[in-house]
């Protein structure tokens, strides 16, 4: 520490002690009613400075409650804010509720609705498919009788069919004496017309035609030769010249175009139990050729006369028995 500073500290405590000093002397001479005024005085001062110790912290407490009256205020506006808020949302809140509640409303309208349609869609779909089933069962009924029928009349058309098969065997043999006959008429009338014609190289001889289909397969024709007396050539045969439109009859034909006509039912019949190769094509196109002349025609006559023959048959052997026919005739020969 400095003098200086040691002085002016020495100094005020002189000045204090000749202050109490100076007080106490002063005291001691005043009477009892200024000594009392002076402890009056002494209290309020000392009072005075309690309520300045309490004005000032009660200035700093007003200070504090106005900032916090201010943040208070700002709360307030605020909340005041978020308060409209709250009612503009409470208010479009309650609409978006009534409108929901009014659709809940007709949704809920509509499922019963729906559910009634149902209900009733339910019950005529349930009708509707015992309904389906009794005429599914009716129709079944009817199919299983109609079917015990069908299955009678494939048997009986079994039957048929093989009685037909049966008769074919028979047909091809008629056809094969009827080729025989016809040989043995053609030969009959060469030796009559001239007898150079009776010769060694004639192919018309009855003992040759009759040995001509010994040794041949079941199930199949013998296949046709040509010889000299054949188509087109001998001396007792005829060309013969297809007219159209124009009616043949079997009566007015000479041996050898009838024996043409027997070729050509051999030929086809031959044709429809062979595959259809090449090499099976006919040895004499030129005579399948002009025999196709006649054939056109006589096979008309011979649907003719199966279509008379078999209208007082019932209609299934009538159709078994075209299918028979339609059997025997093929094609004609490209």
């Known amino acids: 520490m400095s003098p200086r500073s040691r002085l002016q500290k020495e100094a005020h405590a002189q000045l204090m002690e000749i202050k109490r000093n100076t007080d106490e002397e002063v005291v001691n001479r005043l009477d009892v009613s200024t000594k009392r005024i002076l402890q009056q005085n002494r209290r309020l001062a000392e ?3 309690l309520h300045v110790q309490e004005t000032a912290e009660l200035q700093k407490q007003k200070s504090k409650l106005e900032e916090e009256a ?39 309208k509509s499922l019963s609705q729906v559910a009634k349609d149902f209900e009733r869609e339910k019950e005529r779909l349930v009708s ?25 009349e494939h048997n009986k058309i079994k039957r048929l069919a093989q009685d037909i098969i049966s008769q074919r065997s028979e047909v091809e043999q008629f056809f094969l ?8 008429q053609i030969a009959r009338e060469r ?39 054949g188509v087109g050539g001998g001396a007792g045969g005829k060309n013969f010249s297809y007219v159209p439109n124009q009616k043949v009859d079997i009566k007015d034909l000479v041996w050898e175009d009838k024996e043409r006509v027997l070729r050509i039912l051999f030929a086809k019949i031959n044709q ?39 209208s007082a048959s019932s209609d299934v052997p009538r159709r078994m028995s075209m299918r028979g026919t339609a059997s025997l005739r093929q094609p004609d020969f490209a």
């Open 70 to 108: 201010k943040q208070l205020r700002r709360d307030l506006e605020l909340n005041e804010q978020q308060i409209g808020e709250y009612a503009k949302d409470r208010h479009r809140l309650s609409r978006e509720v009534k409108d929901l509640q009014g659709k809940v409303k007709n949704l809920e």
């Open 191 to 229: 030796l009559k017309s001239s007898s150079s014609a009776a010769g060694p190289s004639s192919t018309f001889i009855t003992e040759e035609s009759s040995t001509h289909f010994q040794g041949r397969e079941p199930g199949r024709l013998p296949q046709i030769r040509g010889g000299a007396g």
């Open 47 to 49: 009072d005075l400075k």
């Open 177 to 184: 004496e009827a080729l025989e006959e016809v040989r043995d």
């Open 128 to 152: 509707k498919a015992k309904q389906d089933m009794q005429d599914t069962e009716v129709e079944n009924t009817g199919l299983r009788k109609l079917l015990k029928i069908k299955e009678k």
């Open 272 to 310: 429809s139990q062979m595959p259809s190769n090449s090499h099976n094509q006919p040895d004499h196109p030129r005579q399948e050729q002009d025999l196709d002349l006649l054939d056109g025609r006589l096979r008309e006559e011979l649907e003719e006369e199966t279509r008379v023959s078999s």
